[in-house]
């Protein structure tokens, strides 16, 4: 490693990759230095059961990097990405053997929807209209000018509420409110917790104006696709380097680092200024997550035939039973009767099982660093919603949040989202900044989830903080 490059990644996330493509953009010399054997960090596939099952080890489904406006303007189709769409973005199933379905049309949707049609049409309309706008406004630092101020300033007024307000003054029945719950709970905060209602927003508009999508042969295939892209455009990448301390990195005019908050701390927390080092010390992470694997015989025998058309799947039931499940976990208690987040990826991709065969990727939130195994409560989700789900299973590969941060030690406490985003952590991420990616170190910059505009693979934060290092130190003098 006596080379030396004019920017040095530490970590080959989502994020690390998309901040190293960027910098080889610009002719720049790029060395990504990953600890795990594998790339990818939360993008990655494996046989995790049993041959010839091909499974998400953590993301599944990508409405964020289809309509991320950095990842959708890479080609990464000429190195191997293929996007499959579902039928239907979204199912989520009701007690009585109903669901509510998010179709790509906003209008099918809507009609489905009964009263709530019209107060559907209104949440969602303005804002799928002007997504890519509003992308590149909210995929971003909050603090900055904004180029479209009234558009934002109108999303604003609805993503700042949080999800049962919006819920309660908009719809009256069950199913529209039941399928906004879905949504807003991937913030992996209380319903009534303010800004819920921006994850449930965001998520919406995504599924009308992109999709929800996945790559065919596995999320690893973004990884792959990402990964040649650079090394076409002359980057390298070094697996089984994990860095532990700052003077372990190659010497370079640009390091970022693709870490959370605590893992920095340890990198250089001997380097950083006492009031920097203080406020990553109070960065706070979320919940974690429980993980289920299936191989199953046969397809998830759904009550609702719509379910059996979804890419995804939000398994719980009505509104109240998800803000019950999700406030369990804020009181520190793994939830009876989870929200369980279920993907079926084989109904559009047979190229992930052997013939005939299928896999689900199922998980649930639970409190931060819980070791309570889930197994049986998220079995009984799926089964009440699809009963002879049990007869199906041929093999389960589980994690709870120590082996997620076992697998990737980006998951603290298996917080899959590099943080909480509450509304504190949306504004000072890690903190209060236009420019959250610089550190007081010259030339050292933080790339992670952890810094904006948060969780989710959309290359974002990389794209973001990689501008920050072309400016700042490549592009001066
Ligand atoms: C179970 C699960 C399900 C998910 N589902 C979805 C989904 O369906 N859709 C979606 O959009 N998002 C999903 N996500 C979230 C998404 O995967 C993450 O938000 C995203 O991967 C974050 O990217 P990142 O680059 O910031 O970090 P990561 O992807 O976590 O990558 C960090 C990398 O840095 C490496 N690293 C860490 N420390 C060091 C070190 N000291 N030295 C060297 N290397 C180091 C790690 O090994 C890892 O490879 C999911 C996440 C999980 C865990």
Redesign the pocket.
Known sequence: MSKAYDAVI?????????AAVRLAQEKLSVLV????K???????SAELTLPGFTH??????????LGSPFLRQLPLEKHGLHWIHPDFPLAHPLPGGTAAVLHRSIETTAADLGPDADAYKKVFSHLVSHWDELACEFLQPLLHWPRHPWLLARFGLKALHSSSSLASSRFRAEPARALFAGLAAHSFLRLEERPSAAFGLVLGALGHSVGWPLPKGG?QCITEALAALLRSLGGEIKTN????HLDEVPLARATL????PR?FL??AGDRLPTSYRERLQKFRYGPG?F?IDYALSSPIPWKAGACKRAG?VHVCGTWEEVAFSERAIFAGKPPERPFV?L?QPTLFDPTRAPAGKHIA?A?CHVPNGSTFDMTERIDAQIERFAPGFRDCILARHR?NTTH?EQ?????VG?D???GLADLRQLIARPILSSTPYRTPLPGIYL?????PP??????M??FHAAQAALKQILHKS
């Open positions: 530490v970590g080959s996330g989502p994020n690390g990759l998309a230095l990953e600890g795990a594998t790339i990818g960090g939360g993008v990655r998400d080890i953590c993301s599944a489904i990508h409405p964020l990097a999320s380097t994990h860095i532990e680092f693709d870490v959370t893992q340890k990198i997550i993980k995804t987040l993907a990727w998980y994690m997620m697998h990737n030690p980006n998951l298996g899959i989202n590099g790339c992670s989830s952890s810094t948060g969780g989710g693979v959309h290359g934060c990389g």
